[in-house]
């Protein structure tokens, strides 16, 4: 038997390969499909089934390319009925794989389809539970993610509660749990940066799971401070459960190369212009009215976060062979219509002359020296904010700032600044294309600002 994860540091996301006497499968697949199928093809086995734990909301699955390209049947959980042919599942309902049997666990709570797989070995031994949303290390799935749902965040909260204590809980705690995401995915508050643990360690330390914890508790605990979910969720969402353009297809449209003058056309005809350089680049120079979001960063979750047409047409500025990359992430998040990159990089528009925009810079150290007379501007999360800022600064969070482009006044100098410098470059560069051009960046961050005598609040 052989379990191996993939895992996606930009999505913070957790695929599974399993496979046993040439047979395998694979538990929720990213877009990209040729990593699984070429792992099975080296390892001379057969892709039988690829299960799907709920509609994910912050990636669009590979499922359907995967079944297309191997035959492998797509599976789901109880009450999931996706708009494409599936096998819906039954509750304990168990699959075999070679030697091995993947048990369906019905876990509803994060969303109403929500299901665990426990893998049993060879020997018939439970070995494994893949929870996909349902439990994760240090946490569990936000209640509040359901596609188009009559049900509350609290009746899921509460579904979730009795699939963990009837469902999960009473399994043994040798079992290795293998979640669907870890430290810096949206889908939880709280989430460990360890991908791989038991389910006897989550008893002892995840919060979720004290064995003294009411339902009512839990309900307040598991919903309070839930932030508003990232506006691109529900689109991937349903794109999951009625479908989507072949990666394929998306890859080839986008992967084109554009002259200079078929660039700047498509800029004019409403294009987004998206700079992926690293943020050190950006700033000493960009096109005019473009985006900029690192592929250094977690960009995918920063493109569905700020980009909020799903199908807006999308051209790229890339450093020279991570244009394919690039489209690549976007299509992780159902970016789509990327329709080419400009010949060249960025290089070629420098060297025909054209008009520059750059983002001034302060180091910490000199912001101190003029802290009394500046407007400071804290683009962190509400989290990072409240364990500790600069005294008076403004909080302006990244997350949903393009809910209100309004809030700081366009006549005034503000400095911005992050933890450690990409997201306030990204926070900038969307606000200068809404008019404001008074904004400089603090170099480095609060990383920075906290190793000089510049007030703080904690």
């Given at each position: 038997m052989i379990v191996e994860q993939f895992y996606t540091k930009c999505l913070a996301e957790a695929a599974y390969y399993i496979e046993s006497k040439g047979e395998a499968v694979i538990i929720d697949p990213l877009r990209e499909t040729q990593p699984y199928i070429d792992v099975?093809?080296?390892?001379?086995?057969?892709?039988?089934?690829?299960?799907?734990?709920?509609f994910h909301a912050d990636f669009v699955s590979g499922h359907l390319d995967l079944a297309k390209k191997t035959g492998a049947k797509i599976v789901f959980g109880p009450n999931a009925n996706p708009e494409f042919d599936v096998i819906n599942a039954k509750d304990n309902q168990e699959f075999k794989i070679g030697d091995v049997i993947l048990k369906v666990i019905h876990t509803p709570g994060h969303t109403p389809e929500s299901s665990t797989y426990l893998l049993i070995?060879?020997?018939g031994k439970d070995t494994a539970i893949f929870t996909g949303d349902t439990l994760f290390l240090g946490d569990v799935g936000r209640p509040d993610l359901a596609i188009k749902s009559n049900l509350s965040r609290e009746d899921l909260a509460g579904m979730l509660f009795d699939s963990l204590r009837n469902r999960i809980m009473p399994l043994d705690d040798s079992l290795i749990v293998y979640p669907g995401h870890g430290a810096g995915s949206s889908c939880g508050k709280s989430m460990s940066s360890e991908t791989i643990g038991t389910l006897g360690e989550q008893k002892k330390i995840n919060y979720a799971l004290r064995a003294d914890m009411t339902r009512d508790e839990f309900i307040k605990e598991v919903t309070d401070g839930i932030l508003p979910p990232p506006q691109y969720f529900p689109k991937n969402a349903l794109l999951n459960?009625?479908?989507?353009?072949?990666?394929?297809?998306?890859?080839?449209?986008?992967?084109?190369?554009?002259?200079?003058?078929?660039?700047?056309?498509e800029a004019k005809s409403g294009a987004l212009i998206l700079d992926v350089r690293h943020q050190s680049e950006f700033i000493n120079g960009f096109i005019p009215d473009s985006l900029f979001i690192g592929l250094n960063g977690t960009f995918a979750m920063w493109v569905g976060v700020l980009i909020e047409n799903i199908n807006q047409k999308i051209i790229l500025i890339a450093p020279e062979g991570s244009e394919e990359e690039a489209i690549t992430r976007l299509a992780r998040v159902g970016y789509d219509n990327t329709i080419g990159y400009l010949k060249g990089g960025f290089k070629s528009y420098l060297d025909a002359g054209k008009n520059l925009n750059t983002i001034s810079s302060i180091n910490a150290e000199k912001l101190s020296k003029k802290?009394?007379?500046?407007?400071?501007?804290?683009?962190r999360k509400p989290g990072e904010y409240n364990l500790e800022h600069i005294k008076n600064a403004i909080h302006y969070p990244l997350d949903y700032m393009i809910n209100d482009l309004n809030k700081l006044n366009k006549k005034e100098t503000y400095y911005l600044h992050c933890a450690g410098g990409y997201r306030s470059v990204?926070?900038?560069?969307?606000?200068?294309?809404?008019?404001?051009?008074?904004?400089?960046?603090?170099?480095?961050?609060?990383?920075s600002i906290n190793k000089t005598n510049i007030p703080i609040n904690k």
């Open positions: 099975a093809s080296n390892n001379g086995a057969n892709i039988k089934y690829i299960f799907e734990t709920h070995d060879e020997d459960k009625t479908g989507y353009e072949s990666f394929d297809y998306v890859l080839a449209k986008g992967n084109k190369e554009l002259t200079l003058s078929e660039f700047e056309s802290y009394n007379h500046s407007k400071i501007v804290d683009v990204i926070a900038i560069s969307l606000l200068m294309k809404n008019g404001y051009s008074k904004l400089i960046n603090i170099d480095n961050g609060y990383n």
